[in-house]
Nanobody
């Protein structure tokens, strides 16, 4: 069973920055894709950014140029550097990890609140 533990959320003013971290533990196999999703009140969960084990990345249009996803495979950790934050970025951010042919996993979520 893989556990994902997120950290780094909080309250920040518009224009500010936050860095989220997600550490995965308990996997006997290599983790392929790791990603960040977010869910705002009353909205569906949406993909923010994803990164493959080899470092290929994809971003939601709404965060391109402001957010950067990265990972440390040796530590099974994924990061999300969020700059130029906007009030519409306010949401619970969830970490996601995929172990091919085994399962996919979610973290418990961390709240990010951007005040105007």
């Amino acid at each position: 069973q893989v556990q994902l533990v997120e950290s780094g959320g909080g309250l920040v003013q518009a224009g500010g920055s936050l860095r989220l971290s997600c550490a995965a533990s308990g996997s006997r196999f290599s983790i392929n894709v790791m990603a960040w999703y977010r869910q705002a009140p009353g909205k569906q969960r949406e993909l923010v950014a994803r990164i493959s084990r080899g470092g290929s990345t994809n971003y939601a249009d709404s965060v391109k140029g402001r957010f950067t996803i990265s990972r440390d495979n040796a530590k099974n950790t994924v990061y999300l550097q969020m700059n130029s934050l906007k009030p519409e970025d306010t949401a619970v951010y969830f970490c996601y990890a995929d172990v091919p042919s085994v399962n996919s996993y979610w973290g418990q979520g961390t709240q990010v609140t951007v005040s105007s």
